[in-house]
């Protein structure tokens, strides 16, 4: 693995990242960079598609807030032949998002170089606003700074994102070119790093010194996953015993208005209509006449906890655990915290990773006359299953 | 016209050539001896290598509509075949083509159509006797379901163990039963004999049975008798004072010469009775006789004079797939205690054992005393391989057979039970066999031991089965089992000899069908053809490969008695278009007799109903099951023409073609029209009471209405429009030219439709270019130049030699294949189906230092040297075989099933040619299953030696100066041999000839050893997965001529059946796509399993062939947002239906 | 014909070996269908006592080893239960088999089996001579023609059980004496040729 | 019921008591003997080991013998050696038309021809069929309630030539002993070796069958045979047997005359109890 340090000065990380995206830009055969950038108005940060070294001026991927997963953006830039290649920088889950459509056939890999940068962390989109809403100057900053010399993440009351506190996967071991921070003299260095044959190629043509990776790094990753996972096993206990039954999971999807916004913020929910706004669920007016007869009364929307399990039924497999979910929901249901608990025994059950890596096979994909024996909806359910009851 | 074919048997191989002529077009009638279809399957649960079922696989796959697609274990509903069970082939006239058949049917005392499964005469019969079902392992009663699964499953009377006693016809619900049949009543008999006692006993037996009787003491009494009453049989002694018996016979002839006379004599004038046959007599009976047996003999009489008043049925050719039944153990010198120790169990008595419809309901105890098993045995060869009891042959499936038996109890028992299976040969000679009986040894752990067990000896304290085997250091180990199964072998069905007498066929020396030399179906006579293994011993794929050949030969039959080739297809009847009508539907009711207007608060049930706007009327109707009610029903179609109709009744099997009629009666399609079984509901609510509470009857309501509920859901739903249909080019490629290949392009060609037949060297012919002769010495020359003279004398068969298919694309009805010929070039040709015949060869090899030495020979070379004298055994002294030769071992490891046949072949012949040479045969297991171990036992008599090695220890073979030095250990004796052999022969096998990447173009898939993998190895075994993809000979699997040739018939026959139509109707359950919803994201292409699904590039499409399609829903299932649909299956119906169901259960 | 010409097995027994008459093929012929499942081994009631067990002893008819079989006691430990040859699933006469073996030792008369050769012949000597046999003269002239008059001693305490009960007589039997000569004559007459 | 009668070499010495109860329990149920008159030796197992044609012709002397006597054309043989030899000339002549050729060819010595006209019965075979345990139920004057017996039948009228019983499983003595009253011991042991052949030759080998056979007796009251070889075998090396194994293994071991005969009321002297070697304290007490 081809590995160089580029130079920082007074710390200023995203003066180098911004040189770096540059440098990449400037290259040949690489048209575009998508990046997240500062927009003007009201201090908002979203993928930028930039053709010009100097538009990249705002460009900031360590902004702990992400407003949407751009994996969807670069499935859509990516559906059919460009022509061109680009450079997309993203976040280990949305790089974990794009490798799961890209197997979905929602998107292609072959024109895109994929730049992941270690990922410190995200504020939930409305807490972000209300943080950086009231502070002057460059947060950015503040907060890696702090990130990175492990201080607590606490800023005018607000957390870290629950999905990130839980995420085991802050190194995006999937992208092409890695942009190191854990475990890396941040004030001094950056690591960058060539994690694949293409990331080598754009790597060779980058005027880059070639350097040993700090051998504190693997230490400092580990022991941050190690307090994730610890989070992320204490979220799943929590979520599994306020969902363990039918009625308990009624009362955790007590606010859903069926707004399917989760669905729509989902990265991996890939589907051009969802079925659940198709004719399938346009019941007749009879039907919740006789819903409501059978039991005196029935609660409206219907098929609100359907929807949700019918989500996780198909998506379970492929969830990267974003959180967007979260973020999009307007009544504030924990919408991630399920999701991940039920995806974490399916994928197990399959002995797949979401997003883990292009080679894989999706779940369920194969499936043989004579194979009776693993049904499709048996094994999914008993994931589900185990999900719900916690059992193993 | 198409001729109607008779199938003798509806185990799986007549269930196979059933369905196979019946796809073809053809009416089958499929007649069964006992009363359940399926075969000695019935009672097996469990099949390798799936260790599951999977007889269903064997429906239909094009116009699968045409057959209800339920559990082929429970029932065969196809609209040409008509089952008639409890029935048996009485005689045979006419020619082929022409045959005039009568069949005797067992009356049976329940009419199937009133019996609706209840129950209730069960608990009150008396009899109880040994279950046959579960092998005698449990009891039922004379009045019994015959197998659990059936459907419908109307229960019978076994009428030797019924003791009439009336108990059931009492109870019976619907009046089902009728012990004493009317009929019989019409039935005279007049008993004729001078003693009195004789003659009553005679009046009250038959009156018993429901005969009417009528006496006389003399012969002028009974001809006064005569002249007043017409009699149907009379029973006449012969010495009677007076006029005798013989003259009472000539007078009563004369004037009555249809009378049927039996003669009763003592054993002094047995003479007298012959000859009184002679003149005119049916039979005689020998006093003194018993009821017993002379019950039996006059209902059979009884029965053959009523089935000749039916006038004999017209058939084209008759299929017999008689199958074989298993020895019975307990005969002979029963060394093993079976019938005396409790816990000696066959093989089927311990299938029953594992299965959860069985005696233990499939816990893994013991039956004497429920004490759980942790260690069985298997004894092989128990009744086959074994002259003492005349069966010098080899049952072929019972090795496989153990080793499933040991892997499911395995399996079942969670690994806590150890298994050992103690054998001569393992015989694992079939496709996959080796591999399944390695995993069965090194991952699951079963016991292989070698040696044959002599006797059972049994602990009376604990039960406990004591063996005592001998290992090969020639120690005598005892070991303690808890049960020990015995492999039973197997022996000539019952009444094959009747049977083979009835239709004039030829037995071999153990009873068994013998067919013509080459063709495993056809026998001397002409329109008689033989299917599955009533013509030998074979497994299930076997079986069914036969079969299917066995249809096409009697298909062909047809063809040259002037049958017609395509089918007339009946146009497809139009019906109004309601598909913008809102649907106004009727719901009737059958009420069963008054049944279930007890049960019922029809006010309410109709006030339910009707809140759904889409009801339009309810009616109850006595009796739909009857002409009367049905009239009923369609006096009130009449009247309110609703649009869909619902009809609540019992058995929704029986009324497929009623509801035809009915739809065409009234102009409504039949797909509109639905029944619901009611009946299942009234008796599963175990409400019997006269008066039942308002609770109670409310309860029925809301169940009653939950099942006529989710009828209603899928009815609204229902979809008139056509089936979609996929066009048929008529025409066949038949990639090789071999054996395989010429027969199933002449077997096509000669039903009408023409073939391309390629072949990538200069002649036809393939492997019998060189072969000489089989091993049972029929020589394979003539075969060859009468089929070659065949093919390329045939019309509608181009021959392409010297050419190979390049590449091929396409689905079913239309491939198109390029083929190269060595001189023309290259040209596409168009064809329906695609047969793949492109044969094998042997295997090459450099082992044993082949090649080092002119005296290292494979058995190829051996076969060619020999014929043209290059090899001549009068010169030799010795001669090594050497069997397995980089066989049955990784990476090769499979048999290849001919070397051992070919090995003995060679030995014998050169035996004969020099007795004095020593031939000496290194092997592993001798793989001489079925009839061919006769041939073993030859050998050995003839002094070849048999030399058994082990992988561990192969043989070496070094060449030495003018003689090959061939070292081997020796197990028996546990040395080490030398022997210094002038010639030394090498078993090479057989290696497949398919190129991968050309099989992959053709869309079939190849087995991990290049052989082409079947659909479905037991049912499916010459299909592809992908329709219209056949294969046969070696190309399929290792196999000798006549099994080839079965492989290339059975393809044939699976070809025909598309090519005979000129569109296929897809079936009514069909996948579509929504594309409006869809994402591409080509799930369901990864989920097809037969390859029906394609995304078209150029329209950004997913395209479904519906002819392929099997409406199997994988493409649904694993479709997220339901852009995949499967027609009947929507989602808002089966929201709708689910929902209805969930009625019956909230309220 | 041998087979074994051109096949040697190692591990021979030491003695050297005697002379055997070259009369194995029938034998040969009776157990040639053989293959060599064990169950004769299996049912032997003696086989735990035998060098090669039957299953052994057949291989060796088959490859001809009349070294190995004729320096084995096998045969001889045959009690003529006749287990083997009912349950042998080739139904190969294995018991007469054994006796045929029997019979050439005997005819040749083969040291290892000297005890049993001279037990039957002196017990058919004694029938030869008197067409019945009395256990006293059978067991004295067996006992002397093993040179061994000793071994009487070994079964002293039974014979004096016996005799006192009367059951060994000293008195030859009287009736039908010498009536089987002619017959013993012709049999040798007709196996001579 | 009549028959002519070959009793054999033993019966005319170590089995003397089996030729006395045979005789008297014969005649007690009015079954007729015709001893054959100068009959002679069948061979035993010596002729077969020394020669084959020997091994037939002895007993084919016997059997033409029997055909030139009137009467009947049965032959009760109650020895099971003898039975065996001279029912193998039986089937065998009856397979084999060279091989009776060769036989009378040797027979012609004494002006004798065989017609393979007589049928060899074992007195098991007679007694279980002919007589039947119903007619010895009639005749039970001491009916032996607490007895328990293992019947025990040996080889050579098993096997090879399966007549009137199970080679494998015999059970044909089983209803005559329960006619008398008495039990079955359960074993399997009826019809093993029990290597009579042997014992002088080779003792070793035969001692470890008699003693199997003895051990699995355990629990029965008496052994009861039906051949000289097998009662010798059995009772007469029971004191160097328990002495080996150190156990006490000593049985009661009685020739079916004798047994059916006691209970039949026939008087210990008849049926010559005297001359058995092995009869217990016990079991006279029991009787």
Known sequence: ???????????????????????????????????????????????????????????????????????????????????AKIAVVLRPCEIRAFVELVKLKQGRIEEVVLVGVDCLGAFKNGDYIQIVGKKEGDFTSRFYTDALSGKKLTFEGFDLAPACKACENPVPNGADILIGLFGVDTNNQLLIQARTPKGESLYDNLDLSDSEEPSERPGAIESLIHERTAYRDKMFAETTEATNSLEKLNTYFAECINCYNCRVACPVCYCKECVFVTDVFNHDPVQYLRWANRKGAIKMPTDTVFYHITRIAHMSTSCVGCGQCTNACPNDIPVMELFRAVSYHTQKAFEYEAGRSIEDDLPLSVFREDDSEMCIRDSWWLGLESAVSGRP | MYKRQLVVGAGISGIRAALDLAEFGYGVTLVDRSPHIGGVLSQLDYQFPTDRCGMCKMLPMVNRDASSQYCLRKGLFHENIEIRLSTELVSVEGEPGNFQVSLRGQPNLVDPARCIGCGECVKVCPVEVPDSFNAGLSGRKAVYLPVPHAIPNAYIIDTNACSRCGECEAICPTGAIKLLEEVRKNFRILVVDDELIMRDSLKAWLEDEGFAVDIAASGPEAMNHLSKQAYELMLADIKMPGMDGVELLQKAKEIFPDLSVVMMTAYATVETAVEAMKIGAMDYLLKPFDPDT????????????????????????????????????????????????????????????????????????????????????????????????????????????????????????????????????????????????????????????????????????????????????????????????????QRPALGTTALAELVEMPLNQWGFGQTEPFSPTRINKEGIVLGGSFSGLKDISESVIQASAAALSASRVIHAAGGSLSPEI???????????????????????????????????????????????????????????????????????KPNRILIGSCLPYVFTQKIKELGQRVGLNPVLIEVVDLMLMAQSSKLKAETPSADEISKINSELLAVLGTGLARLKWADPNPVPSEKILQQALVVGGGIAGMFSALAIADHGFQVDLIEKEEILGGNLNWLQRTLEGHPTKTLLEETVIRVEKHPLINVHTHSQVL?????????????????????????????????????????????????????????????????????????????????????????????????????????????????????????????????????????????????????QVTPMDGSVRVTAVEPIIGQKIRIDADLVVLATGIVPKLPRDLAESFGATLDPDGFFEEAESKWRPVDSLKEGIFACGLAHSPRNITESIATAEAAAQRALRILSYERIPAGKVVAEVRHSLCNLCERCIEACPYGARVVDPDLEKVLVNAAMCQGCGSCATVCPNSASTLAGFLDQQMFEVIDSALEGTYS | MSPAEKIEIKQRSETAPEPVIDSLATIRDMVSACIQCGTCT??????????????????????????????????????????????????????????????????????PYKKSIQFYKSFMESVRRHGRVREMEFMTL?????????????????GMKLMGKGKVSFEFPSKGNGALESIFRKVEELEQR | ???????????????????????????????????????TCCGASAAEATSYLLSLAL??????????????????????????????????????????????????????????????????????????????????????????????????????????DDPEEPRSMEPLIEAVGAKIHPWNMGGRCCGASHMTTKPEVALELVTAILKAARGADAIVTVCPMCQMNLEAYQKKICGKSKEDLRMTILYLPQFLGLAMGLSEQDLRLDLNLSVTKEFRNKL
């Not at chain 2, 008054?594 to 049960?599: A, P, T, W, Y």
Request: include cysteine.
């Open chain 2, 294 to 489: 002379l019950i039996p003999m006059i209902i059979r009489i009884y029965q053959d004079l009523e089935a000749s008043k039916e006038s004999p049925m017209e058939v084209g050719a008759l299929v017999l797939c008689a199958g074989t039944s298993y020895f019975d153990p307990s005969g002979g010198n029963n060394t093993y205690g079976y019938g005396i120790y409790p816990n000696v169990v066959t093989s089927l008595e311990f299938e029953r054992i594992l299965s959860g419809t069985g005696p233990n309901k499939g816990r893994l105890v013991r039956l004497s005393d429920n004490k759980p098993l942790r260690k069985v045995a298997w004894l092989q060869c128990v009744g086959s391989r074994d002259i003492q009891i005349d069966a010098d042959y080899c049952s072929s499936i019972c090795c496989m057979h153990a080793i499933k038996e040991a892997l499911v109890a395995k399996e079942r028992a969670g690994g806590a039970l150890e298994t050992a299976i103690f054998y001569m040969d393992m015989r694992t000679f079939g496709k996959s066999f080796q591999r399944y009986r390695d995993q069965a040894e090194i991952e699951h752990s079963v016991r292989f031991e070698k040696g044959r067990v002599h006797s059972i000896l049994h602990d009376e304290n604990s039960g406990d089965l004591i063996i005592r085997h001998v290992d090969y250091s020639g120690a005598c180990i005892e070991e303690i089992f808890d049960m020990v199964v015995l492999s039973v072998g």
């Open chain 2, 807 to 955: 590449s091929s694309y396409g689905q079913v009805g239309r491939f198109y294949s390029t083929i190269e010929n060595n001189e023309k070039g290259a040209v596409t040709l168009e064809h329906g189906v695609t047969i793949l015949a492109t044969g094998g060869a042997e295997a090459d090899t450099t082992s044993y230092n082949y090649g080092s030495s002119e005296a290292i020979v494979t058995q190829k070379e051996l076969e060619r040297k020999i014929h043209d004298d290059t090899i001549d055994p009068n010169r030799l002294g010795s001669i090594v075989m050497i069997q397995c030769v980089d066989s049955r071992q990784e990476p090769r490891n499979y048999c290849s099933r001919i070397c051992c046949t070919t090995a003995l072949k060679h030995a014998l012949n050169i035996k004969e040619k020099n007795p004095e040479i020593n031939v000496y045969i290194l092997y592993r297991d001798l793989m001489t299953y079925g009839f061919t171990e006769s041939y073993y036992t030859q050998a050995r008599k003839a002094g070849v030696i048999f030399i058994q090695y082990d992988l561990a220890e192969k043989p």
């Open chain 2, 570 to 640: 009946t146009p497809a009847d139009s019906f109004p278009d309601i598909s913008q009508e809102p649907p106004k539907v009727m719901i009737a009711v059958c009420t069963c007799g008054d049944l279930l207007l007890k049960l019922l608060d029809t006010e309410q049930l109709i006030r339910c109903l009707k809140t759904d706007p889409a009801v339009d009327q309810v009616a109850f109707l006595e009796q739909t099951c009857t002409v009367t009610g049905w009239e009923n029903l369609f006096e009130l179609v009449e009247k309110h």
């Open chain 3, 42 to 111: 299996g049912s032997c009631p003696n086989a735990f006592a035998m060098d090669l067990t039957p299953r052994q002893l057949w291989y060796n008819v088959l490859m001809g080893e009349k070294e190995t079989i004729f320096h084995s006691k096998t045969f001889s430990l045959c009690s003529v239960c006749y287990c083997c040859t009912l349950r042998c699933p080739r139904g190969l006469p294995l018991t007469e088999t054994m006796s045929a073996l029997k019979q050439i030792a005997a005819k040749e008369n083969l040291a």
């Open chain 1, 1 to 83: 693995m081809k590995t160089a340090k580029i130079n920082v000065k007074d710390g200023d990380l995203l003066t180098a990242l911004r040189d770096f995206f540059r440098s990449i830009l400037h290259l040949e055969d690489i048209s575009a960079i998508l990046v997240p950038q500062h927009l003007p108005a009201k201090n908002v940060v979203m993928p930028t598609l930039v053709t010009d070294p100097k538009q990249l001026n705002g460009s900031d991927p360590l902004a702990p807030v992400f407003p949407l997963n751009a994996a969807k953006i670069v499935s859509r830039l990516t559906r059919k032949p460009m022509g």
């Open chain 3, 142 to 158: 067996y006992f002397l023609s093993m040179k061994n008059p000793f071994m009487l001693l070994k079964f002293a305490p039974l």
């Open chain 4, 1 to 39: 019921m009549k028959y002519l009668y070959y009793p054999g070499c033993s019966l005319e010495g170590t089995a003397l008591e089996y030729n006395a109860s045979t005789q008297t329990f014969m005649q007690e149920l009015e079954v007729d003997l015709l001893e054959l008159k100068d009959w």
């Open chain 4, 59 to 164: 007993p084919a002397y016997i059997l033409a013998m029997a055909e030139e006597m009137d009467g009947t054309k049965e032959i009760l043989v109650p020895c099971s050696a003898c039975y065996l030899n001279l029912k193998k000339v039986e089937e065998k002549s009856r397979k084999d038309p060279e091989l009776l050729d060769k036989i009378n060819t040797i027979l012609k010595e004494k002006k004798l021809h065989f017609h393979g006209q007589v049928r060899v019965r074992h007195l098991l075979d007679v007694v279980a069929r002919d007589i039947g345990p119903a007619k010895i139920f009639s005749r039970v004057k001491n009916p032996f309630i607490d007895l328990k017996i293992a019947p025990y039948y040996g080889c050579q009228c098993l096997r090879p030539y399966s007549i009137f």
